[in-house]
């Protein structure tokens, strides 16, 4: 069966929108979502829907944290000490990698860009970021963090890669169609 006479996907069909699968960025006999897809330089991510899908993902993220935390004075019935505090970034750094770079190399977008309306653009052959796509958006973004978001100032002349993350990705967010 050809793309063009595969049939339309059922309203019912729970995984109709699932972006998963081979070649074509999802499952058999569904075509991959229309952001995932090559897109236009005008449906590029907006700094604003950038910036509310960071602070979704980095709130995620810092409730993991608190999370471990409360947990950890839980069972030990001690408050963490200062020189605790090191094993908490490092777990929140890993927790942060696993919290972006997974899901992105599978749905191409993470729990804040959903939220934002926003997803990583489907590159030269329509598909989902790989794994090494995905580190770099990540190492990208801690890197803009990092410099409190003075790195924007230097990238934002380019408007299909703006930011450091899109530039080691190689892949710029755009606009999810409705988003």
């Avoid at 750094?93 to 770079?101: E, N, P, Q, R, T």
């Avoid at 934002?156 to 967010?173: K, N």
């Amino acid at each position: 069966m050809s793309p063009t006479e595969r049939p339309a996907a059922s309203s019912r069909d729970p995984l109709a929108d699932f972006p998963l699968g081979a070649e074509s960025g999802g499952a058999p006999g569904h075509p991959a979502p229309a952001a995932l897809r090559e897109a236009p330089a005008e449906s590029v991510a907006t700094l604003s829907g950038r910036a509310l899908a960071f602070a979704a993902d980095l709130a995620g993220t810092s409730l993991a944290v608190t999370l471990a935390l409360v947990a950890a004075v839980a069972v030990t019935g001690r408050a963490p000490r200062l020189s605790g505090l090191p094993w908490a970034a490092a777990f929140g750094l890993a927790f942060s990698f696993a919290f972006v770079v997974l899901p992105l190399s599978l749905f191409g977008r993470t729990v804040g860009m959903s939220l934002a309306g926003i997803a990583a653009s489907g590159g030269p052959a329509g598909r989902a970021l790989t794994p090494s796509e995905a580190a770099r958006r990540w190492a990208g973004t801690a890197a803009t963090a990092l410099s409190l978001g003075l790195a924007l100032l230097f990238t934002s002349r380019d408007p299909l890669h703006p930011t450091p993350a899109d530039r080691f990705s190689r892949r710029a967010l755009v606009q999810e169609a409705g988003g």
